[in-house]
C-alpha cells in the first residue's frame, strides 16, 4: 500500500471534519483504525493535542503555548507481548509529511508504507502511550499558522505489512503569531501599561468572534456580555497565560445562552480575572467586581407545570437561563483563576464568583478557582454541567452552592473556607420556592476536602429537597457543625427512615472531623447521625491534612469506585492523595 500526500489530503479532509478549530474534548479522542493489509483490526487508538498536560485536547493552539501531541494505543490481544515497532508521521499539508525516528528527530517520508521507520521497538504491553511533540511553542518554532495532522501506529515481526495505525489523525493547528495592538472587538486604553503589557478594553456586547491574546492585558468596562440571547452567537477566545482585568465596581463577564468562552490555560499560563488592583490586595479583600456569568440552555426547575422551555432571570440583570437541552455546551473553563469578584448590585443580590445558570454538560470545566469572593464561590443555578479540579478558597458566604434542579458532576475538589466571615463549605437547595420542584437537583460529587475555618464554621447543609450522591469525602475544621440535613422534604426525598434510603440522597467512604460532626433536631424525621453511620465506609475521627494534602491516617481508609465513566478511578479519600499527584501545585494562588 502506498500512502502518497494525495492519499493523505484526501483522508485529512474527511477525516477533519469531526474537528472544529475550537473544539475542545476532556478525553484522548477517539481515532479510526486501520491496517495496512487493508483487513480488520482489534487494536483500537486515541490521541490529542493538548497544551494543559492531557486536562484538555484541542483542535486549535495560541503560538505562544507549548502543544504536546499524545496518543494511547490498546495493541490487539494477539499482539501483546510480541516485539513490535511503534510509528509516527506528522503531515503539514504545504511543507510535507515527516516520520519520526529513534531519538524524536523527524525525517521527511517518501509517500511509502516501506519508507516509514519505527521510533521504538519494544515488547508490546497491552496499552502503549506515546508523545509524538513535547512543548512546542509554534512562535519559538517558526511553526505559526501551520495545520498539522499526526498519524501512529505499530507493526509487529518486523512485518511493516502487519501495520495497524490510525486512518484519522490528530488535526490541530497551531494559529498564527497575533500582531501588535488590540485586538477586534477591543480598544486601546490610554491608561498606564498594567504587569508591563498595553491595556485593550472590553465593553457592550460582543456579537462576533473575539480572540484575546496574552500580549496584551484586558480591561472590563462595565457589563460585558458575550453574544445576543440565542441571537447573534459569538466566541470569547482567551490564550493560556492572559489577564482580564476590571476597575473596582459592579464590572463582570457574562456568556449568553447559544455563544461561548473558550479559555483554556495550562498550569504553567492559567487565565487569570481580577481586579485591576490587585497588588495591593490583602488577606481581607473581597467583591472588587464582579465575577463570570455563563448562561445555557440546560433544563432548570421553577417553572410551572407543563411550561414547555423553563427560563429563569439571572441576578443582576445578567440575562436569561435554561432549556431543554441538557448536553449544550457553553464552551471551557480550563486552568481559570478568579480572584476579589462578587461586587454587589444591591445588599441582598451579589454577583458570585463564577455563576453557572442553566449550564449544560458539554461544557468543559477543569481547573478552575474561585478566590476571595464577597458572595458565593461557585453557584449551579440549575443544569448539568459537569466538573474536575475545583478550588474555592477565602470566600466570604458559601463557598460551593447549587440550587434550581442542577444535576452535575464534580470530582477533585479543594473547599478552604474564609477565616471570620466565611459561611458555608456547601449550601445545597432544590428549590428554595418548591422544594419539591422537578427536575430536582441530585449532584454526584466525588473527592472533596472541605477544611472550615474553626469557630463559627458550618460545613456541608443539603436542604429544601435536594438530592445529592456523595463519596469520597473529607471534612473538617467546623465547630458548628459537618453535616446538617434540613427540611422534610430533605429527609423524605432521601429516604422513609435513616436506614430506608430511596438511594436520591446518599454519603458513603466520608470522613467528618469537626468538634460537632452532626446538626441534629428531635424534629427531624430521622437522626443525620444514623443515616451517615449506616452508610458504607463512612467514619468520625480524626485527619492528617497537611495543607490540602492527605496525610496516611486519611489515605488508610477506603475509598468507593464509581461506575460512571465521568470519574476517575481512585484508591482514597479527600481531594488530594500524596505531594507527588498534588493537583494544586504550580498554578493555584495562594499555594
Keep these: 500500500m502506498i500512502l502518497n500526500r494525495k492519499t493523505l489530503v484526501t483522508a485529512i479532509a474527511a477525516a ?28 483500537t487508538f486515541t490521541g490529542g493535542a493538548t497544551i494543559n498536560s492531557g486536562s484538555s485536547y484541542s483542535g486549535s493552539v495560541a503560538s505562544s503555548a507549548g502543544v504536546d501531541v499524545t496518543g494511547t494505543i490498546n495493541v490487539a490481544a494477539a499482539d501483546v507481548g510480541k516485539t513490535g515497532a511503534l510509528i509516527a508521521l506528522v503531515q503539514i499539508p504545504g511543507v510535507g509529511a515527516f516520520k519520526m525516528v529513534s531519538g524524536g528527530l523527524f525525517l521527511p517520508w517518501n509517500g ?27 512562535a519559538d518554532s517558526n511553526l505559526a499558522g501551520l495545520d498539522f495532522q499526526v498519524y501512529f501506529g505499530y507493526y509487529t515481526a518486523s512485518n511493516i505489512n502487519t501495520l495497524a495505525y490510525t486512518s484519522t489523525p490528530v488535526s490541530f493547528s497551531i494559529a498564527a503569531t497575533p500582531a501588535a495592538g488590540c485586538p477586534t472587538n477591543t480598544r486601546a486604553s490610554t491608561g498606564a501599561a498594567h504587569d508591563g503589557k498595553p491595556v485593550c478594553i472590553l465593553s457592550g456586547r460582543l456579537t462576533s468572534n473575539t480572540h484575546l491574546n496574552a500580549n496584551n492585558v484586558y480591561l472590563l468596562d462595565g457589563a460585558v456580555f458575550v453574544g445576543g440571547d440565542n441571537t447573534t452567537p459569538a466566541t470569547l477566545t482567551i490564550d493560556a ?10 464590572n463582570f463577564l457574562v456568556v449568553s445562552r447559544g455563544s461561548k468562552i473558550m479559555a483554556n490555560g495550562s498550569a504553567a499560563a492559567p487565565i487569570t480575572f481580577t481586579y485591576d488592583d490587585e497588588a495591593n490586595a490583602t488577606a481581607s479583600t473581597t467583591g472588587r467586581w464582579g465575577g ?8 432548570v426547575n421553577g417553572c410551572a407545570t407543563g411550561t414547555p422551555v423553563c427560563e429563569l432571570e439571572g441576578e443582576g440583570s445578567t440575562g436569561k437561563y435554561g432549556g431543554n437541552n441538557a448536553a449544550d455546551s457553553s464552551g471551557v473553563l480550563n486552568y481559570v483563576v478568579v480572584k476579589y469578584p462578587g461586587q454587589n448590585i444591591t445588599p441582598t443580590n451579589e454577583l458570585n464568583g463564577i455563576a453557572f445558570q442553566g449550564v449544560g454538560s458539554g461544557t468543559v470545566v477543569d481547573y478552575v478557582q474561585v478566590h476571595g469572593s464577597s458572595d458565593d464561590g461557585v453557584e449551579f443555578f440549575g443544569g448539568s454541567v459537569n466538573a474536575k479540579h475545583m478550588i474555592l478558597t477565602s470566600n466570604e458566604d458559601d463557598s460551593f452552592d447549587w440550587t434550581f434542579g442542577w444535576n452535575g458532576k464534580v470530582q477533585h475538589a479543594v473547599l478552604k473556607q474564609r477565616t471570620g466571615n466565611g459561611d458555608r463549605g456547601i449550601e445545597a437547595d432544590n428549590n428554595e420556592f418548591a422544594f419539591d420542584s422537578l427536575p430536582r437537583s441530585k449532584p454526584t460529587l466525588a473527592n472533596f ?7 463559627g464554621g458550618r460545613g456541608m447543609e443539603l436542604r429544601r429537597g435536594t438530592g445529592a450522591n456523595i463519596y469520597n469525602t473529607v471534612v473538617t475544621g467546623f465547630d458548628t457543625y459537618c453535616l446538617d440535613i434540613n427540611d422534610s422534604a430533605t429527609f423524605l426525598n432521601g429516604g422513609s427512615s435513616a436506614t430506608a434510603l430511596t ?6 467512604n466520608t470522613r467528618l472531623a469537626c468538634a460537632n460532626n452532626f446538626s441534629e433536631s428531635s424534629t427531624d424525621p430521622w437522626a443525620i447521625s444514623a443515616w451517615f453511620n449506616g452508610q458504607a465506609g463512612n467514619s468520625t475521627g480524626a485527619v492528617d491534612l497537611s495543607g490540602v494534602v492527605n496525610g496516611p491516617t486519611v489515605n488508610a481508609l477506603t475509598a468507593a469506585t464509581l461506575s460512571d465513566s465521568f470519574f476517575d478511578n481512585v484508591t482514597h479519600i479527600g481531594a488530594v492523595k500524596d505531594a507527588a499527584t498534588n493537583w494544586t501545585s504550580g498554578w493555584m494562588f495562594g499555594n
Excluded at 463570570?292 to 433544563?299: E, F, K, S, V
Aim: hydrophobic share 45%; net charge neutral; no cysteine.
Design 449 to 455: 476536602t472541605f477544611i472550615g475555618k474553626g469557630s
Design 503 to 508: 438511594g436520591q440522597l446518599t454519603m458513603t
Design 16 to 43: 477533519s471534519l469531526g474537528f472544529s478549530a475550537l473544539s475542545v474534548q476532556a478525553a484522548e479522542p477517539t481515532l479510526t483504525a486501520a491496517t495496512a493489509s487493508g483487513g480488520a483490526t482489534t487494536a
Design 292 to 299: 463570570l456569568i455563563i448562561n445555557g440552555n440546560a433544563p
Design 112 to 138: 511509502q508504507v516501506s519508507g516509514l521507520s519505527p521510533f521504538a521497538v519494544k515488547k508490546l504491553s497491552a496499552q502503549e502511550h506515546i508523545t509524538v511533540m513535547d512543548d512546542l511553542i509554534g
Design 241 to 250: 497565560g492572559t489577564k482580564v482585568i476590571s476597575p473596582v465596581g459592579l
